[in-house]
């Protein structure tokens, strides 16, 4: 098995925590104790409950796990180094291979409707197997070759090999089962719960509680199960650093990289396995501070999805893992599919939530469900018999009611992350700082996403969901990301680093929000490059105004700044009209738009270049391969046409600037009226100190202060992001410290104002009257947003 799978294939795992806490319609099981109550509990999560075989959504399912479970059974050859020849026990990725092949064995031999369901004979061979890999590696003898294997030894191969002895149970012996409890103990030792740190935080540490709990279960002491229990303790308070959920609703794992989706999913899908588990038991989980892992699901993950989607700039090295290459397990994933797996997680969460909690997920689940027309339960090939049974059990439930996509805006302060949703579209914004990592490399993963945090701009509309799902990531220019500005300097394969270890030294990088609009920017730097630079996004209803200024480099490279690089599928011509002159469709087309000011690409969105700009054009048909960007990927070629929009700032520039306005959404009427409306939108400054504009039909303003200074109205004593609104009699002041750096800001609204009618205890109102005069206190240094709401004079 290659690195493909180390947390790859642990997304059946995510995707199947959705079966019923009882065991499956089936043999009737002795249960001579609570140990055995568990355990056959877990049997039913594992297996799923209602389902019909003859069911089509489900027969294909059973058919290819049993067709998959025979393959393996035919091609074991047991050898002192092996069990099967291609997973020789040199090779960690072989030893948790071996045991997900196992357990695919015994899912078909427990699960009915594939063929071997009952096989007496599958049975004895799934036995000897175990006993074959505990006797030649995995036991209480046995010393790690190196320390890399630390994940599959204590993690990996345990789950498969704790589940396949649940699944087996009346088939093992007393001895066997001992022996198998046994090397549990001696690969997670009690030490890997003496301190929360090193690896042994956030998920890994929920799996480390999640392979004790269970073979706690199988070998029944008490003991392991409250250690397993009492360990996840640490994992569930919100911390300020490091590892674990925030405040704010962000993720963080490998110290500096936003993992909700994927480590994320991972925590919590374990949660949701250990909470069903020991439900109502003797070792019930009722610490109070299990709430804010169940108020993750509303603060943390749900922001991230939209329609299906599970927004890949919270993902990692997930985005890499596409396709895997032939010949080795795993299913194609993409946006959509680790969308299915977190619904999947969600719904069995909710098995340790309340009655509103439960009923709120399910309409969550519903909705997504409902509208993700790219990828349907019945299209998705990773979607186990069990997972299937759970959603499509939601999706089908008329008395659950779905729950339409929100509005408005979110910021996540502590892992340099921000969310845009108004009625028909969603936006993402990515950014880096000298707290979070331009990006992740590791196990050959993600070579070439050294770009994807520098200012990338994801966006959706409610019909083009497909648009990062389709063979992006191994087909587009990772040098023309859209949003971000780059040196076109070239980078190695994984440039910076294992594990989030390249990051920039600026600290400049967040915004502030009302929770309806807002205002976001960066201090940029470029990965090993000498690029620096001031980017502003400005979050409004129909629209995201973006600005960049100060753009310096001495690479001896040109450097761009993308307005779009738009996915078109294999075969997309789509139109792209110019000031109302339609462009050439022909792939290979290219031209630089002198003057434009405005454009729009057909079933898409409009662009608007305030006063005209000179604007590069091209339409290509890129060639790429899963391989390119992932060890583990697939060598097959894949073919996607692209549109790309870019500001070409020259080789070495100083002091280069653009603007645009991003309309998602926008026909050419919509685009060109907003173009030819001189007076909605005023630039009030676009430098590498300040970055500001103004839309008085919103009744908004917004400023980026990279240092001291006053803009308009507006007046910081220090980096600041800072946004008004004014609606009727009423104000609204938002400010935030994007640095997280200083202890307090002197903020000053150059506008009339009579009283203050709320603010929070960090600010202190210095004076009212003329001016509104305020002292923030940041010391928390979270990159929060202050909010002061006024009646104007």
């Known amino acids: 098995m290659s690195s493909w799978s180390r947390r790859g294939f642990l997304s059946t795992a995510v995707g199947a925590a959705v079966a019923g806490a ?38 294909s399912r059973l058919t290819e796990l049993g067709v998959q479970a025979a393959g393996w059974r035919a091609s074991t050859a047991p050898s002192p180094a092996s069990l099967w020849p291609d997973l020789l026990y040199t090779s960690a990725e072989s030893l948790s291979g071996t045991y997900n092949r196992l357990r695919t064995m015994a899912l078909a031999w427990a699960q009915p409707g594939t063929g071997l369901t009952g096989d007496s004979a599958l049975a004895d061979d799934i036995v000897a197997g175990l006993e074959h890999v505990h006797d030649h590696v995995y036991n209480a003898s046995f010393t790690l070759p190196s320390s890399s294997w630390w ?70 002491n008490a003991g392991r199960i409250v250690k397993a229990r009492d360990g996840l303790f640490p994992v569930f308070p919100y911390v300020t650093s490091g590892d674990g959920f925030y405040a704010d609703g962000s993720f963080i794992q490998h110290t500096r990289i936003p993992y909700t989706g994927s480590y994320g999913a991972v925590l919590i899908s374990g949660l949701a396995w250990i909470f069903a588990l020991l439900k109502d038991s003797a070792w019930d989980v009722t610490v109070p501070d299990k709430q804010l892992m169940l108020d993750a699901v509303e603060d943390s993950f749900a922001p991230f999805i939209y329609n299906g989607v599970f927004m890949d700039n919270v993902m990692g090295r997930a985005i890499s893992r596409g396709l895997p290459a032939a010949g080795t397990t795993g299913f194609p994933s993409s946006d959509h599919s680790r969308g299915h797996g977190i619904m999947a997680a969600i719904l069995m969460l909710g098995a340790g939530a309340s009655a509103a909690e439960q009923a709120r997920w399910k309409g969550l689940v519903k909705g997504w469900l409902q509208r993700d027309y790219f990828l349907t339960l019945e299209s998705n090939p990773s979607l186990d018999a069990a997972s299937l049974s759970r959603l499509k059990a939601v999706r089908e439930d008329t008395s659950v009611t779905a729950v339409p996509e929100p ?150 490279t040109s450097v761009e700044s993308i307005v779009e690089n738009r996915n078109l599928g294999a075969t997309g011509t789509h139109a792209l009209t110019v000031d109302g002159t339609a462009q050439p469709a022909t792939t290979g087309w290219s031209a630089t738009l002198n003057g434009a000011r405005w454009a729009t690409l057909g079933g898409m969105g409009g662009y608007v270049f305030s006063g005209g700009a000179a604007v590069k054009a091209l339409r290509q048909e890129r060639i790429g391969r899963w391989s390119d960007i992932n060890g583990g990927g697939s060598t097959t070629a894949i073919t996607r046409r692209y549109l790309t929009l870019w500001f070409d700032h020259g080789t070495d520039p100083s002091g280069a600037h653009y603007s645009y306005i991003l309309m998602p959404g926008a026909d050419t009427a919509a685009t060109a009226a907003r173009a030819a409306d001189s007076g909605w939108l005023t630039i009030l400054a676009n430098s590498g100190n300040h970055q500001a504009v103004k839309v008085p039909s919103l009744g908004y303003a917004a400023v980026n202060f990279y240092g001291t200074g006053t803009v308009d109205k507006l007046t910081a004593d220090g980096p600041a ?71 104007l004079a």
Request: charged content about 20%; proline content about 4%.
């Open 22 to 59: 009882v065991a499956p319609a089936g043999p009737a099981f002795a249960v001579a104790d609570e140990y055995d109550s568990l355990r056959l509990r877990w049997r039913g999560l594992l297996l799923g409950t209602g389902i019909d075989p003859s069911d089509p959504l489900y027969t």
């Open 721 to 791: 992001s800072v946004l008004t609104r004014e609606t009727g009699t009423t104000g609204t002041l938002c400010v935030a410290n994007p640095t997280q750096g200083s202890t307090s800001l002197d903020i000053t609204w150059n506008r009339p104002v009579s009283t203050v009618l709320s603010k929070d205890a960090t600010v202190t109102v210095l004076a009212t009257g003329s001016t509104l005069r305020l002292r923030i206190d940041t010391s928390a240094r979270n990159g929060a947003t202050h909010k002061i709401t006024v009646t």
């Open 151 to 220: 994940w599959h030894a204590e993690i990996g191969a345990p789950q498969s090999m704790l589940d396949t002895c649940v699944l087996m149970y009346d088939r093992l012996s007393a001895s066997q089962t001992s022996d198998y409890c046994a090397a549990v103990d001696h690969f997670i030792p009690d030490s890997e719960f003496a301190n929360y740190s090193g690896h042994s935080t956030g998920a890994n540490r929920v799996d480390f509680c999640r392979n004790v709990a269970l073979r706690g279960v199988l070998g029944k």
């Open 407 to 556: 509005t408005g805006h979110r910021v996540f302060a502590s892992m340099d992350r921000a969310t845009h949703r108004r009625a028909t579209w969603a936006a993402t914004l990515s950014l880096c700082s000298a707290r979070t990592a331009f990006y992740e490399f590791g196990n050959q993963e993600n070579k070439r996403g050294w770009h994807t945090n520098s200012g990338l701009l994801h966006w959706w509309k409610s019909t083009t969901l497909g648009q990062f799902s389709d063979a992006f990531w191994p087909t587009v220019d990772p040098y023309r990301l859209p949003g971000t500005t780059v040196s076109r300097k070239a980078l190695a394969d994984g440039a910076g680093g294992d594990f989030g270890g390249p990051r920039p030294t600026s600290s400049w990088a967040g915004g502030t929000s009302d929770g309806t609009f807002a205002v976001a920017g960066m201090d940029v730097r470029g990965l090993q490059s000498t690029l620096s630079g001031r980017k502003s996004w400005f979050f409004l209803d129909d629209a995201i105004v973006c600005l960049g200024a100060g753009i310096a480099c001495t690479d001896g």
